[in-house]
């Protein structure tokens, strides 16, 4: 079974970084592919990055390239966000989520970390 808890999430000034974690406390993180999406108020939740399961693949939604990076450590069933350049359009609640295949549509979700990005 999968059981995801992100961190990392909170307020930062528009220019800034933060660092999304999202850690799996079952025993089956390095099968899956690892997702991050956003919602922010008022939008329908959107895919940001992905992961492969050994990590030798990543993906990224065009606004954030350049800017997010995904990564992961299995020893740790881990899966990272590091988010740079931070904008106020960046605010929003960030989902990890997990599955079988890298086809945004996970099979299992965390519970949410919130973002604030301010002007």
């Known amino acids: 079974q999968v059981h995801l808890v992100e961190s990392g999430g909170g307020l930062v000034q528009a220019g800034g970084s933060l660092r999304l974690s999202c850690a799996d406390s079952?025993?089956?993180?390095?099968?899956?592919?690892m997702d991050w999406f956003r919602q922010a108020p008022g939008k329908e939740r959107e895919f940001v990055a992905a992961?492969?399961?050994?990590?030798?693949?990543?993906y990224y939604v065009d606004s954030v390239k350049g800017r997010f990076t995904i990564s992961r450590d299995n020893a740790k069933n881990t899966v990272y966000l590091q988010m740079n350049s931070l904008k106020p359009e960046d605010t929003a609640v960030y989902y990890c989520?997990?599955?079988?295949?890298?086809?945004?549509?996970?099979?299992?979700w965390g519970q949410g970390t919130q973002v604030t990005v301010s002007s």
């Open positions: 079952g025993r089956t993180f390095s099968k899956y592919a």
């Open positions: 992961i492969s399961w050994n990590g030798g693949s990543t």
């Open positions: 989520a997990a599955g079988l295949d890298m086809d945004r549509d996970p099979d299992y």
